[in-house]
């Protein structure tokens, strides 16, 4: 069975802190795909990265950063810098490449207040 | 190159009613999806379509739900007599096939009374 687990619930800072959101994910593939998700209070889920299985490098954009590690069945998310505007709900996600369905499995979420 | 367009935003309802939710994918995007969020929760998958054939349901969706996409377009997604339990946001999404990023929608609150 596939499962991603987001064991932070809610994450509180003051502006240009760092904060990172972690994400735990279970699956038996050998390859999939895994994403985070950001979603401001109007609703929307916004696309803001996807990782292969393959592909252990870290990666970074602008403030955000995103840690990789296979070993530990880990894909954690670091803003740097923190904002305002970074206030939000986060969703990391897994997809199986096998199914070929593009289909998401989401965590519960981590909601990053961050205040002035 | 406009988003995903769900509609109506917001939908209040009487136990019982049936009720109708309307999604406008990306334009050329083959793949559809629907998934619902409850609150506090993250959204969890009810139905796929590629093109206008429906491929993969969750057993989350109930008998109760049914979801078209007629001409491979827009999708549909009906409630019929609903619960309670039925409240929450229901999310639209699309991606091309092949691709793995999938676009979603402001999507469609549903609260039952």
């Known amino acids: 069975a596939q499962k991603v687990t987001q064991a932070q619930t809610e994450i509180s800072v003051v502006e240009k802190e760092d904060v990172t959101l972690d994400c735990v994910y279970e699956?038996?593939?050998?390859?999939?795909?895994l994403f985070w998700y950001k979603q401001p209070p109007s609703g929307e889920l916004v696309f803001l990265i996807r990782?292969?299985?393959?592909?252990?490098q870290n990666e970074i954009s602008g403030r955000y950063s995103w840690n990789f590690q296979k070993s530990t069945s880990s894909f954690n998310f670091t803003i740097t810098a923190s904002q305002v505007v970074d206030s939000a709900v986060y969703f990391c996600?897994?997809?199986?490449?096998?199914?070929?369905?593009?289909?998401?499995?989401f965590g519960q979420g981590t909601t990053l207040q961050v205040k002035p | 190159d406009t988003g995903v367009s769900q509609n109506p935003r917001h939908k209040i309802t009487k136990r019982g009613q049936n009720v109708t939710f309307r999604c406008d994918p990306i334009?050329?995007?083959?793949?559809l999806y629907w998934y619902r969020q409850t609150l506090g929760q993250g959204p969890e998958f009810l139905t796929y379509?590629?093109?206008?054939?429906?491929?993969?349901k969750s057993r989350l969706l109930s008998d109760r739900f049914s979801a078209e996409r007629p001409k491979g377009s827009f999708s549909t997604l009906e409630i019929q007599r609903t619960e309670q339990g039925d409240s929450a946001m229901y999310l639209c999404?699309?991606?091309?096939?092949?691709?793995?990023?999938?676009?979603f929608g402001q999507g469609t609150r549903l609260t039952v009374v």
């Open positions: 990782r292969n299985s393959f592909d252990e």
């Open positions: 699956t038996r593939d050998t390859t999939y795909y």
């Open positions: 999404a699309s991606s091309r096939t092949g691709a793995t990023e999938a676009f």
């Open positions: 996600a897994l997809s199986r490449v096998s199914s070929n369905t593009g289909k998401l499995i």
């Open positions: 379509f590629q093109n206008e054939a429906q491929l993969e």
């Open positions: 334009s050329e995007h083959n793949r």
